[in-house]
């Protein structure tokens, strides 16, 4: 076999191993994003896979526990809810009814959180604004 065939055969392995590793790695980056509803529906078919859910924290439902840091609360969504549990440090944001994206992993029918986001609201008010309604 010629050097050149050699070359060109050499070329077209390692662009090949390129092509196939890209692939792989923009398969595994692939990320979810649903609302909670969406989440519950499809929680079978999404098995282990990374998602972000949107959602509202249903009212009552946050549970701190500062010894151990592990946050749990329920999202909810328009007909349906979802159980959080998160180990890491509380956002300061976080309360009843706001808006939040979790990053996380379904275990069980349980969003298991890596991160917690906190919607910041659109619009502000000023205190004494509120107060003169």
Known sequence: MSTKKKL???IAVVLAGIAYLAVLGFQSAKTYYLSVDQTVAQAERLGDRFLRVNGKVSPGTIDWEAKT?????????????????????????LRDDVDVVVEGRLQEGVLVAERVLVKC?????AAGQQARR
Request: no cysteine.
């Open 8 to 10: 060109a055969i050499a």
């Open 69 to 93: 840091v592990t946050l749990r609360f329920v999202m909810q969504g328009e007909e349906t809810s979802l159980p959080v549990l998160y180990r890491g440090v509380k956002p300061d944001l």
């Open 121 to 125: 609201p659109s619009k502000y008010e």
